[in-house]
T-cell receptor
């Protein structure tokens, strides 16, 4: 089955700096790669996603890149703000099977 | 309207009891899921189910069983609860190959 690894497990950045979270996957059949943000005590919510036929996608301060050959994808957050503090999960999916990374706890220091 | 709902939000029970958590989605999605999130925040898939196929994570004890009365509901039954079952359980739904929508979670505490 699919194996998704996520790094780092914790990340602290100063407000205004950029944050990068990286994930790798093992199954070349995976074709959909969402990123979820989970605030304390709340449900995971989708913040951005990318499909295997696209190399990069951007939505305001958030961007995701995908390297299919190397089987890795990354989340980039620019101009971080305190409200970006949360746990972020990557996932790889094929059909209706989703495999999540182990999460990154991001802290943005004001 | 709430897309994916779960009840109850909190569940406190004693070891050995049997309990159920209900999940409903009004999105018309064809697949529903149950996840367990432990104290370290790992999101572990337990089941995925559509009207054709139930896929069970092989590490899930058979004390856990999903029951789907119809396409919009996937309930989770847990028998003989153990201390290690304490966690937050999330229900989710998706249309195949698209975004998953999560429910609000049920915090289960086994004493």
């Amino acid at each position: 089955g699919e194996n998704v690894e996520q790094h780092p497990s914790t990340l602290s950045v100063q407000e205004g700096d950029s944050a990068v979270i990286k994930c790798t996957y093992s199954d070349s059949a995976s074709n959909y790669f969402p990123w979820y943000k989970q605030e304390l005590g709340k449900r995971p919510q989708l913040i951005i996603d990318i499909r295997s036929n696209v190399g990069e996608k951007k939505d305001q301060r958030i961007a995701v890149t995908l390297n299919k050959t190397a089987k890795h994808f990354s989340l980039h957050i620019t101009e971080t703000q305190p409200e970006d503090s949360a746990v972020y999960f990557c996932a790889a999916s094929y059909g209706n099977q989703f495999y999540f990374g182990t999460g990154t706890s991001l802290t943005v220091i004001p | 309207d709430t897309a994916v709902s779960q009840t109850p939000k909190y569940l406190v029970t004693q070891m050995g009891n049997d309990k159920s958590i209900k999940c409903e989605q009004n999105l018309g999605h064809d697949t529903m899921y149950w996840y367990k999130q432990d104290s370290k925040k790992f999101l572990k898939i337990m089941f995925s189910y559509n009207n054709k196929e139930l896929i069970i994570n092989e590490t899930v004890p058979n004390r856990f069983s999903p029951k789907s009365p119809d396409k919009a509901h996937l309930n989770l039954h847990i028998n003989s609860l153990e201390l290690g079952d304490s966690a937050v359980y999330f229900c989710a739904s998706s249309q195949t190959e698209y975004e998953q929508y999560f429910g609000p979670g049920t915090r289960l505490t086994v004493t």
